[in-house]
């Protein structure tokens, strides 16, 4: 159909950068949660791309095996979530191991259901900029391209050549983790407060923009952040939780602890 979008997923980035920024905050590293993809990228099928893990050097074997496991119950949970395939790569042996055909696999998926007409609008998850000729590619073909990557880890070449560009911090990061780890360690609010009953703690910065710590009277911690589109704030009972959130949302937190 002319209007729909289609997810094509880098799935080494989210396995890299999902537990590096969710461990922060659930205080264990989390399941990605295989039904979620759908609904966090608007798309009507959703395409993942990976292959089974490489062994670490000096790894124990049986500590592999469980990394391995933990892979396998992930691809399943894929391939049974509705519009959603998985698209495995292969792993080469040698004296080292490493993952081939992951990246050709998706470029070619990508450009072939564009060819066909298949879609009109791509999310595309990853930071590489070896990814870059594929989204110049599909904008030539006059697609909108969505780049979803790592806040951190993310090309800036790439970003810039995509139509958009979702930056992918805790929230986003959130979203796509298990249900019921989600319900245990919920995100603080997203809701102002009365400025005016508020006392002011600190000033100081979130990811280098204006921000202020302030206390309501009920004993609940916020933080405004001054963003380039106007002032977002978050509320949250605990300040050490609260200050965690903006320093893995949106970057280091300067003068406010």
Same mark, same amino acid.
């Given at each position: 159909?002319?209007?729909?979008?289609?997810?094509?997923?880098?799935?080494?980035?989210?396995?890299?950068?999902?537990?590096?920024?969710?461990?922060?905050?659930?205080?264990?590293?989390?399941?990605?949660?295989?039904?979620?993809?759908?609904?966090?990228?608007?798309?009507?099928?959703?395409?993942?791309?990976?292959?089974?893990?490489?062994?670490?050097?000096?790894?124990?074997?049986?500590?592999?095996?469980?990394?391995?496991?933990?892979?396998?119950?992930?691809?399943?949970?894929?391939?049974?979530?509705?519009?959603?395939?998985? +698209? %495995? &790569?292969?792993?080469? #042996?040698?004296?080292?191991?490493?993952?081939?055909?992951?990246?050709?696999?998706? $470029? *070619?998926?990508?450009?072939?259901?564009?060819?066909?007409?298949?879609?009109?609008?791509?999310?595309?998850?990853?930071?590489?900029?070896?990814?870059?000729?594929?989204?110049?590619?599909?904008?030539?073909?006059?697609?909108?391209?969505?780049?979803?990557?790592?806040?951190?880890?993310?090309?800036?070449?790439?970003?810039?050549?995509?139509?958009?560009?979702?930056?992918?911090?805790?929230?986003?990061?959130?979203?796509?983790?298990?249900?019921?780890?989600?319900?245990?360690?919920?995100?603080?609010?997203?809701?102002?407060?009365?400025?005016?009953?508020?006392?002011?703690? +600190? %000033? &100081?910065?979130?990811? #280098?923009?204006?921000?202020?710590?302030?206390?309501?009277?009920?004993?609940?911690? $916020? *933080?405004?952040?001054?963003?380039?589109?106007?002032?977002?704030?978050?509320?949250?009972?605990?300040?050490?939780?609260?200050?965690?959130?903006?320093?893995?949302?949106?970057?280091?937190?300067?003068?406010?602890?």
């Amino acid at each position: 159909m002319a209007d729909e979008t289609y997810a094509f997923i880098d799935g080494g980035h989210l396995r890299h950068n999902h537990p590096r920024v969710a461990r922060d905050w659930f205080g264990v590293e989390p399941s990605l949660n295989p039904n979620c993809f759908r609904n966090v990228f608007h798309a009507s099928k959703v395409f993942y791309y990976d292959s089974l893990p490489e062994p670490e050097k000096g790894e124990n074997p049986d500590d592999y095996q469980r990394r391995v496991s933990r892979q396998e119950e992930l691809f399943r949970g894929l391939k049974r979530a509705y519009g959603t395939h998985v +698209r %495995e &790569g292969i792993l080469v #042996g040698g004296k080292k191991t490493s993952q081939k055909q992951v990246d050709i696999l998706l $470029a *070619v998926d990508a450009m072939t259901h564009a060819v066909r007409g298949n879609m009109k609008n791509v999310a595309l998850v990853t930071g590489d900029q070896d990814f870059k000729p594929l989204v110049e590619a599909l904008v030539g073909l006059g697609l909108h391209v969505h780049l979803w990557g790592d806040l951190q880890h993310t090309s800036n070449d790439l970003a810039d050549a995509a139509d958009v560009y979702v930056p992918m911090s805790l929230t986003i990061y959130h979203s796509m983790t298990d249900e019921a780890e989600k319900k245990r360690v919920p995100l603080p609010r997203a809701a102002a407060v009365s400025r005016d009953d508020c006392k002011l703690i +600190r %000033e &100081g910065t979130v990811g #280098g923009m204006p921000a202020e710590l302030l206390l309501s009277p009920s004993e609940a911690w $916020a *933080v405004v952040i001054r963003l380039p589109a106007g002032e977002v704030w978050y509320t949250h009972r605990e300040n050490p939780r609260l200050l965690k959130f903006c320093e893995l949302e949106y970057g280091p937190v300067v003068g406010l602890k």
